[in-house]
């Protein structure tokens, strides 16, 4: 079966229309983790993924009558994108069957490549399903995501182009995994010709469908499947890709959600490609493998396979990004609401980065602060960060891990006090270096309690930062002029309508 998988992948045509990507050296992440870190740039496709390769193979094989009839797919990622492209070229009519809920960015690409798309149910199955009804009443031929020999010979092109572009040492290949397509590819190429090499699946924790068959022996159904990388979001892997990798992948690793994100900034920092999560999945198992093992001096070279992602999740991908790292603790802490109790906080937090503090009065006895403090990488110091603030008599929960906190709660906090009080509101630039939040408490008058604070460390040379302050009445008049003495640039906010309307 190996044998006769890569002569298939020796014959897979696929550059009419895919393109032999390079490899791109990563600098930074060989340095910072002693090992040559090596990214094959799937990313650079036409249709900003691999699955072109698969689909595209796929359709050659076709009979005539085949592709006068037409190809069908229900997807609604890469695969839509690969196999649209891949028709066109081609001139055959291909039917692409979506979800209603399909954003519509995906459903315009795919429209652009020349497909027509039909919007059909609310989730995948009844899209599949659909495309199965077509399927009787119209002929078209089913173009299968990944499981399918001719696609994973397609994709198993990846593996001759690694092995011919790189020659020289390399430990180990680490792929995502979604329905098993690409690395059933890769692996059946690379363990023919170098078994030396080591073949590592990489799968999101909440999607782990390979992970599942190989500890059961069999392939399963997952109950439930994350969407977060929706590229691998796969409930069981493919029964082709499963029975031809089983015995050819060395390992297979998990990664969370904040690892992926992290992985993403990665890639950036030493190619400045932006990936989607799924394609930066494989450098998140990659990173862990260096964890778990202790592997020094290595080559090691992961996959990108995609970068089909919207901007707008650019935002939240970055600020999942520290925590992924763990160099960022997330704790709620409770303090006393009188004046100088924020700035003593501040104090005991020391000379740390603070990434993140939202603090909003509650009523006149304790206030609960949620604070986002920068700790060393693997967040090894994180509990003596936790200890330390305990011992300075602080109650303080920690909420690194706490999903509902990171997602929801941060963006929540505060709201309106519980009971009526005055408070003059002010929106500050401060200057993003350690030390420029305690300058500007220590300047305050002692009495003038603050009522409300957010800041987000966003890495820019200044932080946005509005404060709450209760003034004593016969400071009022010289609210201004302590202002201007710190020497921030600063904004009036009191009278805001927004303010006013949700958080007085
Ligand atoms: C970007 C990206 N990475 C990885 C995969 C996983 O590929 P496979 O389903 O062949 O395992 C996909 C699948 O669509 C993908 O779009």
Redo the contacts with the bound molecule.
């Keep these: 079966m190996l044998e006769a998988t890569v002569k298939k992948i020796l014959q897979a045509r696929v550059y009419e229309a895919a393109c032999e990507t390079p490899i791109s050296p990563a600098p930074f992440l060989s340095r910072r983790f002693n090992n040559q870190i090596l990214i094959k740039r ?1 990313d650079l496709q036409p249709v900003f ?3 072109i390769r ?1 689909a595209y193979n796929k359709m050659t094989q076709l009979t005539q009558e085949q592709k006068d009839k037409g190809v069908i797919a229900a ?1 609604a ?3 839509a994108q690969g196999l649209a492209m891949a028709a066109k070229l081609m001139g055959v009519k291909a039917v692409i069957v979506m979800p209603r809920i399909t954003p519509e960015i995906k459903v315009q690409a795919v429209r652009a490549r020349g497909a027509k798309v039909i919007l059909k149910g609310d989730a995948f199955a009844a899209a599949a399903e659909h495309a199965q009804e077509l399927i009787k009443e119209h002929g078209y031929t089913y173009i299968p ?2 499981d399918d020999i001719d ?2 010979a397609g ?1 198993g092109t990846i593996g001759v182009e690694i092995l011919r572009q790189h020659a020289g040492r390399l430990d180990a290949i680490f ?11 890769v692996a059946a190429y690379v363990k023919y010709l170098r078994p030396d090499i080591k073949i590592i699946g990489v799968e999101a924790e909440d999607s782990a469908c390979l992970n599942a068959a190989l500890e059961a022996g069999e392939r399963v159904v997952l109950d439930q499947v994350g969407v977060f ?4 979001a ?1 409930a069981q892997i ?1 029964e082709v ?1 499963f029975a031809l990798m089983k015995d050819l992948i060395d390992d297979v690793i998990t990664v969370t959600t904040d690892e992926m994100c992290a992985a993403v900034k990665d890639i950036f920092e030493d190619t400045r490609a932006v990936a ?1 999560t ?2 930066a ?1 494989s450098l998140a198992g990659l990173k862990k493998y260096i964890q778990q093992t202790g592997a020094e001096g290595e080559t090691l070279l992961c ?1 990108n ?4 992602t919207n901007f707008d999740r650019l935002q939240h991908i970055a600020e999942r990004t520290e925590l992924g790292e763990q160099r960022e603790a997330i704790l709620a802490v409770t303090i006393a609401e009188k004046p100088g109790s924020f700035k003593k906080f501040c104090r005991t937090v020391g000379k740390r980065m603070v990434t993140e503090f939202s603090y909003r009065y509650a009523d006149s006895s304790e206030a609960h602060i949620y604070v986002g403090i920068q700790v060393k990488p693997g967040g090894e110091d994180r509990q003596a960060v936790i200890d330390k603030l305990r011992e300075g008599g602080y109650q303080v929960e920690d909420l690194t891990d706490n999903e509902l906190a990171k997602l929801h709660i941060r963006h929540l906090s505060g709201g309106r006090p519980s009971e009526r009080f005055e408070e003059e509101v002010y929106r500050f630039e401060f200057p993003e270096r350690p030390g420029a939040l305690m300058n500007f408490l220590t300047q305050l008058p002692h009495d003038w309690n603050i009522s409300l604070f957010h800041y987000r460390n966003h890495g820019a040379a200044y932080g946005r930062v509005l404060v709450g302050m209760q003034v004593p009445n016969g400071d009022r008049i010289h609210v201004a002029e302590y202002l201007d003495a710190i020497g921030y640039r600063y904004w009036r906010e009191s009278d805001n309508p927004a303010y006013r309307l949700f958080m007085a």
């Design positions: 799937e993924s691999f699955k698969g997807s990622g890469n695969h995501p990944f696609v994973v994709q792929v995502p995994v979604g329905g098993g397509g690409l690395i059933a590819g990388a929706e590229g691998v796969v493919g890709p989607e799924s394609g999945l996959i396979s995609g970068a089909n």
